[in-house]
C-alpha cells in the first residue's frame, strides 16, 4: 500500500487559492477579498 496521500497532490499541483504574498499583512479587508475572489476564480479546477 502507498503511502503517497491525495493532500500531498494537492498541495504540490493544485493553483485553486495561489495567493499573492503577504496578503494577509494587508490592513484592507476590501483587498484582500478582492486578492482571495481573483486566486478563486484564476484557479484551473
Known sequence: MSKHKW???VTEQGD??????GLFKQTDPKAIALSLKRS????RR
Open 7 to 9: 493532500s500531498q497532490d
Open 16 to 21: 485553486a487559492l495561489d495567493l499573492d504574498e
Open 40 to 43: 478563486a476564480e484564476h484557479g
